[in-house]
């Protein structure tokens, strides 16, 4: 995984609300076996009409979007199917931070699996950040997750809470499942317990 | 001891490890895997040169992208990039020794229809899947929910997961339902109450008198859908009629180990004084039966109402109500029973069990269909034969509805079975989102009976009014 310490760059707005991770990544995309490749069509329903050609008024078709680094969005991003397909999606596109009212819990746990921040700020901020990045390439967002701030086009800064162990783990870029197996010794003694009280398990 | 709620002693029992900061690494009791969610995982296990720790808790069966059609154990009647991913969990199963149901298998089936139906889910377990509906399973009082699928990997690897606790919300049921309210009805309402974010964060116990009357089937239909209210699980109490279910099926505890079971299992329900961090209680009569209208399975009212205005709506919620309002093609203030519908599709993980046939089957009995084009997708090749035992499938097929093969079909459509742009359906699955069953398809949610109602009338339907 990617380490996640600091980003900057141009923030793509998206207020509509409920935004489901069918619409980040359509189903006809998940029958890949692979994690790479999906950017292309990263909302692809929305970004591109019956014959494949851009929607021009689709944000991320926009000439100040088509670099875009982080998405605002509306609240309750990422609901609907686990699939990881969206935050794979996201990132292949170059997405690598959401900053959003809320999330649906499995696509938020998703995102850090994948070196994507996703920042849980309230409502007056969000607008405030959704106002910046309607300004677009004119309004730059750094991310900052050391210091856990983000810093604005006009310089004025927000902060943010992120949990102390997903965010050690953004910051060296950690593989969970190595992680776990260092643990293994209480692994093994779970299971041994668990099969004496549980043994039909 | 300090009370308890049913997730707490479920999730004390499961607790591997705990970090000085808080990071549990959470046992997993069974992992049900299926075609879409794991060749990633797969692959990741073969680059770092691991196994599966427990194949034997460990649940394969494809289910999302097969063909429901006659002759799909024929490799060619896939679509290559089908075939490749279900020939990948094939290799995969025999590689790392799990447990498999092959497409050829009669026990194959929706993956939360087959771990049920087979024993495979217990009450007090834990249970992941690469697959958000994977919380029907807390029907039987375990702790399941869906994962992505680096979590997948990880419990191939590890059999844990590394998980921060949730909050405990009870909504309860009271009293008894009213005639055609199902418990479809009972999970919509609850959605159209709550919001598809006013789960986030919780772990949703559903109890009352409403819930308990309801057969395990309507359980699951219940617990399937606590996702789509943002929580991260949904469970019941376990009781005599989760025990009666239980019993004799292929991988339940036998004998001694049975009564072993059965004297933890009274253990798990929530203690009287336990804490609650959220409560909803709703009363069993106040709920109609409902249908949805817009794209978000939030848009419930009852089938009496009429379309909403977005102005209706506050915050972001009146703009995502005006695209709603376009992609279903629906006007403010039309009444829902005018609305008219081409297509029905009865199955998923939802609804797609044997009650939710035969509830179907009573209201198509010696009727036929006013639709374009029905379809009756069994949720498991043993819901099918059933059905088939008991008469149903000639009631649906003499209705002029599509008898199927097992699958999760025309709820997601990733295999053949899909929505034309502007097809509107009367589906029994759980997701009304843009697209989710084929461009430009407009779903509405409903009940298997309301379903049935629709097939046969044409157009949205109060199943109160059906003779």
Redesign the interface.
Same mark, same amino acid.
């Given at each position: 995984m990617e380490k996640f310490v600091k980003l900057t760059g141009v923030a793509a707005p998206m207020p509509l609300v409920n935004i489901d991770t069918d619409m980040i990544i359509p189903k006809q995309f998940l029958k890949t076996i692979k994690r790479s490749g999906l950017g292309v069509n990263l909302f692809d329903e929305m970004r591109y009409d019956d014959n494949g050609n851009e929607i021009p008024n689709f944000v991320l078709n926009q000439p100040a979007y088509r670099e875009a680094k982080i998405i605002v969005a509306g609240d309750n991003f990422g609901c609907g199917s686990s699939r990881e397909h969206a935050p794979w999606a996201l990132l292949d596109f170059g997405i690598r931070c959401v900053i959003s009212t809320s999330f649906a819990d499995i696509f938020y746990n998703n995102c850090f699996k994948n070196g994507i921040l996703p920042i849980v700020l309230p409502q007056e901020e969000v607008d405030k950040l959704m106002d910046d990045a309607e300004r677009g390439s004119n309004a730059v967002l750094t991310v900052d997750l050391e210091s856990q701030e983000i810093t604005g086009p006009d310089g004025g800064t927000i902060g943010f809470d992120v949990d102390p162990w997903r965010k050690h783990c953004l910051l060296n870029g950690l593989d969970d499942i190595g992680l776990t197996m260092e643990k293994a010794a209480s692994i093994d003694a779970f299971e041994a317990k668990a099969a004496m009280e549980r043994p039909w398990v | 001891m300090s009370p308890k709620t049913l997730y707490d002693k479920i999730w004390d029992?499961h *607790?591997?490890?705990e970090?000085d900061?808080g &990071?549990c *690494?959470l046992?997993i009791?069974r992992h049900l895997v299926h075609e879409? &969610?794991s060749? @990633?995982a797969f692959?990741?296990l073969r680059m770092?040169n691991?196994k599966v720790?427990a194949p034997d %808790?460990t649940i394969a069966v494809p289910d !999302?992208?097969v063909p429901t059609t006659e002759g799909r154990d024929n490799p060619e009647a896939m679509p290559e990039?089908?075939r =490749? @991913?279900v020939a990948?969990l094939d290799k995969n199963a025999k590689d790392f020794g799990i447990h498999y149901y092959p497409v050829s298998d009669v026990r194959q089936g929706i993956v939360h229809i087959v771990g049920p139906e087979q024993g495979w889910t217990?009450p007090?377990?834990t249970v992941v899947c690469?697959?958000?509906h994977t919380a029907t399973h807390g029907a039987f009082g375990a702790l399941a !929910? #869906? =994962?992505?699928?680096?979590?997948v990997? !990880?419990v191939l690897?590890? @059999?844990?997961l590394?998980q921060?606790k949730s909050k405990n919300m009870k909504v309860e049921i009271t009293g008894k339902l009213s005639p055609g309210v199902t418990a479809k009805d009972i999970t919509l309402s609850v959605i159209g109450l709550t919001?598809?974010?006013g789960g &986030?964060?919780y772990v949703i116990e559903y109890c009352g008198e409403a819930i308990r009357d309801l057969s395990m089937e309507g359980r699951m239909t219940v617990c399937n859908m606590a =996702?789509e209210g943002?929580?991260?699980a949904g469970l019941i109490a376990p009781d005599e009629k989760t025990f009666e279910y239980i019993k004799g099926r292929p991988h339940a505890?036998k004998g001694a @180990? $049975?009564e072993?079971?059965l004297a $933890?299992w009274k253990t798990l329900y929530s203690d009287d004084d336990a804490h609650w961090d959220k409560v909803i209680t709703i009363k069993g009569e106040d709920i109609a039966p409902v249908v949805t209208w817009g794209t978000?399975p939030?848009d419930v009212l009852p089938i009496d109402a009429e379309v909403p205005a977005p102005e209706s709506f506050s915050? #972001? %919620?009146t703009?995502?109500a005006k695209?709603a309002l376009e992609y279903m093609g629906l006007k403010a203030g039309q009444k829902l029973k005018d609305i008219e519908i081409d297509t029905v599709f009865i199955g998923s993980c939802t609804n797609g069990r044997i009650e939710d046939l035969r509830a179907a089957a009573e209201i198509l009995k010696g009727k036929k269909i006013k639709v374009k084009r029905a379809m009756v997708v069994p949720g498991s090749g043993l819901v099918r034969a059933q059905a088939e035992e008991e008469g149903l499938a000639e009631i649906f097929t003499e209705a002029g509805f599509e008898w199927r093969l097992a699958g999760c079909s025309m709820c *997601?459509?990733?295999n053949p079975d899909q929505l034309q742009?502007g097809e509107r359906c009367a589906a029994t699955s759980n /997701?009304n989102?843009?697209? /989710?069953q084929g461009?430009g398809g407009r779903t509405h949610l409903m009940s298997p009976a309301m379903a049935a109602a629709a097939a046969v009338t044409g157009k949205l339907t109060d199943i109160r009014e059906m003779n």
């Open positions: - | 029992a *607790l591997a490890h970090a900061d &990071t *690494l046992y009791d879409v &969610t060749p @990633q692959e990741g770092a691991r720790r %808790k !999302h992208n990039d089908s =490749i @991913q990948a217990l007090g377990m690469g697959d958000s !929910h #869906g =994962i992505g699928t680096s979590e990997e !990880h690897a590890t @059999q844990t590394i921060t919001g598809t974010a &986030t964060g =996702i943002g929580a991260r505890p @180990q $049975w072993a079971a $933890w978000s939030e915050g #972001g %919620k703009e995502a695209r *997601l459509a990733m742009p /997701r989102f843009e697209g /989710r461009r």
